[in-house]
């Protein structure tokens, strides 16, 4: 469709769409229900963003990711395109504009997690929007099949109940059989439009190696690969310090890239990566949402995921550009038992949950009745020390409150400070008239961000210091008095995790999880490791076993470790297998060296291990196939 080509060279720069791109394209922009199979790095955005501007209305994109909302939404603003994301940490004011926003024009892309539109305030808005799409990414995770199972995403198809005709494109990277008929079910989708890529890749080579030291392999591969691009994934942010110092202290110089740091740390590390100021990155699965560098010649795995799905996005940001890369695991015998402890360890025994829980409405003093849409930042310190309880214990415990839907944990996202004037001009003028000391402050904010007695901003305390030619605290001391007299609205800045309860605290007897969050998900979580074990020790063509699981048909690719050791023996083989072939019948040395067209010394090798193994025999100078390969 031409209309699709035109905004992809207006806002992309492209000419041309990458395979498969543009008849999903046309199909949602024509108002068609679609499924979209694409791998990681396939351009999965693209797909729902181009449809978003050529129809008119707001798009709607739910997503789980905090931090790709935020990437995705920058990237659209730095394109002029009005976007805009609700996540935790946000107050009721801020939700309330944007949503205003949305159903009077003011934005184009609304980002959401599946548990903000469950909201009342959410859907009375949503009700009276225009529409022009909904999309739903990681559409994966309404699967109980699925690696990332959230049950709210089940409650998203009730969002058709107010717009029908809306067109629905359901996005994710990977899908089986089982969990693609899921998705169309859970979400409603209406004769959808199913649209799956080839998820074999030719130039990329799986390896599996079985060591007794990894750290050695580890080492040893990337000084041999020093001048290609790579990255390691570690399971846990200690994993990532650990073996950073480590590469450090060989006299590496890599990039580090995990969800504890501030964000300015990421950015600049990723900016290095990217530039190739540094080749080398080692990070969690943090790293690598909404990064597409094709280079990438090996992704080495220090820790294996917990489910075959997770490997193979991980793996695939390796090679790219179509060029040979190489995904490799080196696990040692102990990392089996270590995997099924790590799993073990994410579901606390259900009394647990409750009593952290319990605990965590305590510390944040949320009475039983209330806490619903109340955000609040969480120290983990300060909450350990309190009630002494186990930080992993509490850590898992909120990713299961999480999918229980009860709250929206965010970690390691850093909330900048924001803020909006909330009195109109008049009263500000009145108000710098009795405070003359803070002129230059509101003089400066309302210079520099324009629409901010309509908007919220993000604002750097740091640079309004230097404009100023004041300190940071003094700034953020006039900020709180502005605060102070309800001259401003403002969320201040945090790089703590957040919680935000999306149910009031029932009383503690009455306080319990769904099977969905907890039974049902361990269950399958066990399933799906053990896949993934399988993966590591099969001694099948590796590409093939991972085409296979996600419901595809591959061939052996004869690069992976697998493979290429399966073809050696075969090609060791060979020859004696020809040998056994040409004695149906006894023949001389001379006569079976002219059938063979060996050389002397060469088949003579060959026969030495046919007669060791007991399988020729010799009669009267001639070479006897003995029966049934006697076992004597």
Not at 198 to 206: A, C, G, I, Q, V
Not at 346 to 365: A, G, H, R, T
Not at 489 to 515: A, G, H, N
Request: charged share 25%; proline share 3%; with cysteine.
């Amino acid at each position: 469709m031409d209309s699709s080509r035109k905004i992809l060279r207006h806002y992309w720069g492209y000419e041309n769409f990458r395979e498969g791109q543009e008849s999903i394209i046309d199909d949602v922009i024509n108002g068609h229900d679609v499924l979209a199979l694409l791998p990681t790095g396939g351009g999965k955005s693209i797909c729902y963003q181009i449809p978003g501007i050529a129809r008119e209305g707001v798009t709607i994109v739910i997503s789980p990711l905090i931090a790709l909302m935020q990437d995705q939404v920058n990237i659209l603003q730095q394109k002029n395109l009005k976007a805009n994301a609700i996540i935790s940490g946000m107050s009721y004011k801020q939700i309330d504009i944007i949503l205003d926003n949305a159903r009077f024009g003011g934005i184009k892309f609304l980002y959401a997690s599946p548990e903000r539109i469950q909201s009342s305030l959410f859907i009375e808005r949503f009700k009276r929007m225009p529409v022009a799409l909904i999309v739903v990414d990681e559409a994966h995770c309404i699967s109980e099949w699925g690696h990332d199972f959230r049950p709210t995403y089940k409650k998203i198809k009730n969002l058709r109940d107010y717009h029908p005709n809306v067109p629905v494109i359901a996005v994710t990277a990977t899908a089986n059989k089982i969990v693609q008929n899921e998705i169309i079910q859970q979400l409603g989708l209406r004769n959808p439009l199913v649209y799956s890529t080839n998820f074999e890749r030719k130039n990329l080579s799986y390896c599996a190696y079985n060591v007794e030291n990894k750290i050695k392999a580890i080492l040893e591969y990337c000084r041999t690969q020093c001048d290609k691009i790579g990255i390691i994934y570690c399971q846990t942010r200690k994993s990532v310090k650990f073996l950073t110092r480590l590469f450090l202290e060989k006299g590496f110089n890599p990039g580090i890239y995990h969800g504890g740091m501030t964000k300015e740390d990421r950015d600049e590390n990723l900016k290095n990566w990217i530039a190739e100021n540094k080749k080398l990155i080692i990070a969690t699965n943090a790293f690598g949402m909404g990064i597409d560098k094709p280079n990438v010649g090996f992704v080495l795995h220090y820790e294996f995921p917990n489910s075959i799905e997770a490997y193979f996005q991980e793996a695939g940001r390796a090679g790219r550009n179509g060029s040979s890369a190489e995904s490799i695991v080196y696990w040692e015998e102990n990392d089996l038992i270590l995997l099924k402890d790590r799993l073990e360890k994410q579901f606390p025994d259900e009394e647990i949950i409750k009593k952290c829980y319990v605990s965590l409405c305590n510390f944040l003093n949320i009475a039983i009745g209330s806490g619903i849409n109340e955000s609040y930042a969480f120290d983990f310190n300060k909450f350990h020390d309190q009630y002494k309880l186990d930080i992993n214990d509490t850590y898992q415990t909120l990713k299961i409150l999480e999918l229980d839907s009860k709250i929206v944990f965010s970690e390691g996202i850093n909330h900048s400070t924001k803020m909006k004037f909330a009195v109109s001009n008049n009263t500000l003028y009145n108000f710098q008239v009795n405070h003359p000391k803070l002129n230059s402050l509101i003089n400066y904010i309302s210079r520099s961000y324009p629409g901010v007695f309509d908007y919220f901003f993000e604002i750097n305390e740091k640079q309004m210091a230097t404009h100023l030619k004041t300190s940071s605290s003094e700034v953020i001391a006039q900020l709180q008095i502005l605060e102070r007299y309800g001259i401003i609205d403002v969320t201040w800045k945090s790089e703590l995790p957040t919680i935000t309860f999306l149910q009031e605290r029932p009383p503690d007897q009455y306080f319990s999880i769904s099977r969905e969050s907890y039974s049902y998900r361990k269950q399958r979580a066990f399933e799906k490791l053990e896949a993934a074990l399988n993966y590591l020790t099969t001694i099948n063509c590796r590409s093939n076993y991972l085409i296979n699981y996600l419901d595809q048909n591959g061939t052996d690719c004869g690069t992976c470790d697998n493979c290429k050791r399966n073809n050696s023996k075969q090609a060791k083989s060979k020859p004696i297998d020809i040998i056994r072939g040409n004695l149906t019948e006894p023949l001389t040395f001379e006569e079976l060296m002219a059938h063979l067209q060996l050389g002397s010394d060469e088949l003579k090798k060959y026969l030495n291990v046919l007669f060791l193994e007991k399988q020729i025999e010799i009669i009267d100078n001639k070479i006897h196939l003995k029966n049934n390969n006697s076992k004597n």
